[in-house]
């Protein structure tokens, strides 16, 4: 399996709702990743986690809350958005994040914010 | 911050015309990795580069990487309309992008 799937694909939610996005690998990957994407723009890191353990936040609002279950799963918890959060919530993985290999990404979920 | 330059933002080209994009840094890389995102899709991983002058080929994309390591480009020859989409850089040692190149085909 060299896929990493996330869930789900589209998402629209108002601003007092809670949902949570899903991501999920078997490529044994020790590092994963949660960055966003606005249109044009590149990818902008928001979390890492490292061997299951949160290894960077990029100063990002509490209202994204990051988990990691287990070293396949990753999940972005979303509380109180506000419309200039839509965007493409993309996950990635990669084998260890010291050894800068390639990112292996999902196809992301399109969130709205309404 | 450390960050890697890529230029042009934008390229229009002619099908089978030639396209380049750069990324530059100001600091040696320990790598460099380049990644296509189609539109509406999400980033692919291309290659990695690791070696001074490295040059690596991909059917008409050529990859290559300085010989101070602190720049790469990447090359199409005879373009097609599938090569349409945005190409990012990453150093591997960076959790950030470069800023990409969109590159769009005329048929």
């Known amino acids: 399996d060299t896929e990493v799937t996330q869930t789900p694909k589209h998402l629209v939610m108002g601003m007092t709702n809670k949902k949570s996005l899903k991501c999920e690998q078997h490529m044994g990957h020790r590092a994963m990743y949660w960055y966003k994407q606005k249109a044009k723009k590149p990818p902008e890191l928001m979390f890492v986690?490292?061997?299951?353990?949160?290894?960077i936040n990029e100063s990002v609002p509490s209202r994204f809350s990051p988990e990691c279950p287990n070293s396949s799963l990753l999940n972005l918890h979303l509380h109180a958005l506000q419309p200039e959060d839509s965007a493409l919530y993309l996950c990635?993985?990669?084998?260890?994040?010291?050894?800068?290999?390639?990112?292996?990404f999902g196809s992301g979920t399109r969130l709205t914010v309404v | 911050g450390q960050q890697v330059m890529q230029i042009p933002q934008y390229q229009h080209v002619q099908e089978g015309e030639d396209f380049t994009t750069y990324c530059n840094s100001s600091?040696?890389?320990?790598?460099i990795q380049w990644y296509k995102q189609r539109p509406g899709g999400h980033p692919v991983f291309l290659i990695q580069l690791v070696k001074s002058g490295e040059v690596k080929k991909q059917k008409r994309l050529t990859f290559q990487f300085g010989e101070a390591k602190k720049n790469s480009s990447l090359h199409i020859t005879a373009t097609q309309t599938t090569d349409v989409g945005t190409y990012f850089c990453?150093?591997?040692?960076?959790?950030?992008f470069g800023g990409g190149t969109r590159l769009m085909v005329k048929p």
């Open positions: 986690y490292s061997y299951e353990k949160l290894s």
């Open positions: 990635a993985s990669s084998q260890d994040p010291s050894t800068g290999r390639g990112y292996t």
């Open positions: 600091t040696t890389l320990s790598n």
């Open positions: 990453r150093a591997g040692n960076m959790l950030t």
